[in-house]
């Protein structure tokens, strides 16, 4: 694609020269700089990106976006907003891949990823090929990449979904965070369902606010647009039990349908048990009843199932292919994950980093042990303070003992992160600090027994521990068997 043509896209623009450059690839990290490649420069929290452009027309550039002029041997584009620039050029670019893709984002404070990871399997089951992008991983059929954020950049984000339109994929399901919506990187993508799952607090370091963080999700159900494609329709599914739910009713002119447990709604389960084994209700939807037995454990899972259900119902998929799906569901990496290493007691790795989380994970717990709770618990460094003291206060109030430790301390001294966390506590309940994470794990391992259950919280999935500004390699899951199988020997 030549540069004029992609260019004339933008409304603003100055350039610097008429030099029409055929444009082989459009990057914005000046190391992925391939002979043809239009850079961008991105101003980041860390770094400013109009310190490489020289850099990236050393490695082959031969245009540069840019919010500035600078004197360079290639055309210089300049701009008032190079993210702006970027979401709308990589759209143009990839040729505006979403239009031709049904897309599914879910967005919410917790339970994201097992949505998004129950609609795929809905949606494979009915024989589409599918594409996910979350929190664990990218997918594109069953072939899986690496992600850095829970939603990648918009640069990213239409070059994936190009890539999965070459490879005939119908359907993509994604993980929308509000960091995402708030800095644009879904700018220019095409959504045909919006899923709210729930709001609780978390993130409040950046958005600062509750109300910040409830507008940055609404952005998500705007995008829906005003107008209605009858070839194309745009839904809005959310929960009917949440009270944010009226705020995105309102930002979207899409038509709405409601899923919950205790309030009126389109799609409600009803006479919820949950036992050790799984979790029963009666599916109530256009004046039907049927009773449904699932896998997963605890209501929050039913409320992302609910969920599930709503965002594959209003995407024409039949209740005769959906429900035998969400039945057969046994969970998500680091989601509610039972570690089994032949002990006689229980022990669960979840990805519960909120209040919210953590107590809808604990009372579940508390509904299926039959003796003690150790809840294994820490907050990360240089990020919201103010959910310390309140995740500290539920992990005592809920646990028999709790165990503070590290969660990626990041640059934070972790006696500051400890002490956050300890002005929550009022109760006489029994904690302690123990700053290791891999000894706090073994500490409450070697504590439980018979009937008991370890929940060890706030990383579930994740494969790395950060401490300063080093990545150290630390997998929950494995340092739980590790303990698990040196009690069993000892």
């Given at each position: 694609?030549?540069?004029?043509?992609?260019?004339k896209h933008l409304h603003r623009y100055e350039v610097s020269s008429?030099?029409?450059?055929?444009?082989?690839?459009?990057?914005?990290?000046?190391?992925?700089?391939?002979?043809?490649?239009?850079?961008?420069?991105?101003?980041?929290?860390?770094?400013?990106?109009?310190?490489?452009?020289?850099?990236?027309?050393?490695?082959?550039?031969?245009?540069?976006?840019?919010?500035?002029?600078?004197?360079?041997?290639?055309?210089?584009?300049?701009?008032?907003?190079?993210?702006?620039?970027?979401?709308?050029?990589?759209?143009?670019?990839?040729?505006?891949?979403?239009?031709?893709?049904?897309?599914?984002?879910?967005?919410?404070?917790?339970?994201?990823?097992?949505?998004?990871?129950?609609?795929?399997?809905?949606?494979?089951?009915?024989?589409?090929?599918?594409?996910?992008?979350?929190?664990?991983?990218?997918?594109?059929?069953?072939?899986?990449?690496?992600?850095?954020?829970?939603?990648?950049?918009?640069?990213?984000?239409?070059?994936?979904?190009?890539?999965?339109?070459?490879?005939?994929?119908?359907?993509?399901?994604?993980?929308?965070?509000?960091?995402?919506?708030?800095?644009?990187?879904?700018?220019?993508?095409?959504?045909?369902?919006?899923?709210?799952?729930?709001?609780?607090?978390?993130?409040?370091?950046?958005?600062k606010t509750m109300e910040e963080y409830q507008f940055a999700k609404?952005?998500?159900?705007?995008?829906?647009?005003?107008?209605?494609?009858?070839?194309?329709?745009?839904?809005?599914?959310?929960?009917?039990?949440?009270?944010?739910?009226?705020?995105?009713?309102?930002?979207?002119?899409?038509?709405?349908?409601?899923?919950?447990?205790?309030?009126?709604?389109?799609?409600?389960?009803?006479?919820?048990?949950?036992?050790?084994?799984?979790?029963?209700?009666?599916?109530?939807?256009?004046?039907?009843?049927?009773?449904?037995?699932?896998?997963?454990?605890?209501?929050?899972?039913?409320?992302?199932v609910l969920a599930a259900i709503a965002a594959s119902y209003v995407?024409?998929?039949?209740?005769?292919?959906?429900?035998?799906?969400?039945?057969?569901?046994?969970?998500?990496?680091?989601?509610?994950?039972?570690?089994?290493?032949?002990?006689?007691?229980?022990?669960?790795?979840?990805?519960?980093?909120?209040?919210?989380?953590?107590?809808?994970?604990?009372?579940?717990?508390?509904?299926?042990?039959?003796?003690?709770?150790?809840?294994?618990?820490?907050?990360?460094?240089?990020?919201?303070?103010?959910?310390?003291?309140?995740?500290?206060?539920?992990?005592?109030?809920?646990?028999?003992?709790?165990?503070?430790?590290?969660?990626?301390?990041?640059?934070?001294?972790?006696?500051?992160?400890?002490?956050?966390?300890?002005?929550?506590?009022?109760?006489?309940?029994?904690?302690?600090?123990?700053?290791?994470?891999?000894?706090?794990?073994?500490?409450?391992?070697?504590?439980?027994?018979?009937?008991?259950?370890?929940?060890?919280?706030?990383?579930?999935?994740?494969?790395?521990?950060?401490?300063?500004?080093?990545?150290?390699?630390?997998?929950?899951?494995?340092?739980?068997?590790?303990?698990?199988?040196?009690?069993?020997?000892?």
């Amino acid at each position: 694609m030549k540069l004029q043509h992609l260019i004339k896209h933008l409304h603003r623009y100055e350039v610097s020269s008429d030099y029409n450059p055929e444009i082989s690839s459009i990057v914005m990290d000046s190391r992925k700089v391939i002979e043809g490649s239009l850079f961008f420069c991105i101003k980041g929290y860390t770094v400013d990106g109009h310190q490489f452009a020289k850099d990236a027309v050393a490695n082959g550039a031969v245009a540069i976006i840019s919010e500035k002029h600078m004197a360079l041997s290639v055309p210089v584009i300049v701009v008032p907003d190079t993210m702006r620039a970027m979401a709308i050029l990589a759209d143009v670019f990839y040729e505006q891949p979403t239009h031709k893709l049904h897309l599914i984002g879910v967005t919410g404070t917790n339970g994201k990823t097992t949505t998004t990871h129950i609609i795929e399997s809905i949606f494979q089951s009915h024989q589409q090929k599918t594409g996910m992008i979350g929190t664990i991983y990218m997918k594109m059929g069953n072939e899986t990449f690496p992600v850095k954020n829970t939603t990648p950049d918009a640069l990213t984000l239409q070059e994936s979904f190009h890539q999965m339109v070459e490879n005939k994929v119908n359907t993509v399901v994604m993980e929308v965070s509000s960091h995402a919506l708030h800095m644009g990187r879904v700018f220019g993508c095409d959504f045909d369902v919006a899923v709210f799952t729930n709001l609780s607090q978390d993130h409040l370091d950046y958005h600062k606010t509750m109300e910040e963080y409830q507008f940055a999700k609404s952005l998500l159900f705007s995008s829906l647009g005003n107008t209605y494609n009858l070839s194309k329709p745009k839904y809005a599914v959310l929960n009917a039990d949440d009270a944010s739910s009226d705020f995105f009713r309102r930002a979207t002119a899409a038509q709405v349908i409601t899923y919950g447990i205790k309030e009126s709604a389109d799609i409600m389960a009803k006479n919820v048990v949950t036992t050790a084994k799984g979790t029963s209700f009666e599916l109530m939807y256009d004046d039907k009843c049927i009773p449904i037995q699932l896998k997963l454990v605890g209501e929050f899972s039913v409320y992302n199932v609910l969920a599930a259900i709503a965002a594959s119902y209003v995407s024409d998929i039949p209740m005769e292919t959906i429900l035998p799906v969400v039945e057969q569901i046994t969970g998500v990496p680091g989601r509610f994950e039972a570690i089994e290493g032949g002990q006689d007691f229980t022990v669960i790795v979840d990805y519960a980093h909120t209040p919210d989380s953590l107590e809808n994970v604990l009372k579940t717990t508390k509904q299926l042990s039959q003796n003690q709770i150790y809840c294994i618990v820490g907050c990360g460094g240089d990020r919201d303070r103010t959910k310390r003291p309140l995740m500290a206060a539920v992990a005592v109030n809920y646990a028999n003992k709790a165990i503070f430790t590290s969660d990626n301390p990041r640059s934070e001294d972790p006696l500051q992160i400890f002490n956050d966390m300890r002005s929550g506590v009022v109760s006489d309940r029994p904690y302690e600090i123990v700053e290791d994470r891999k000894m706090a794990i073994y500490k409450a391992i070697e504590m439980a027994k018979t009937g008991d259950v370890v929940l060890i919280a706030g990383k579930g999935h994740e494969t790395y521990q950060v401490i300063g500004e080093k990545v150290h390699e630390f997998d929950d899951r494995k340092i739980a068997l590790e303990a698990i199988h040196a009690k069993i020997s000892s």
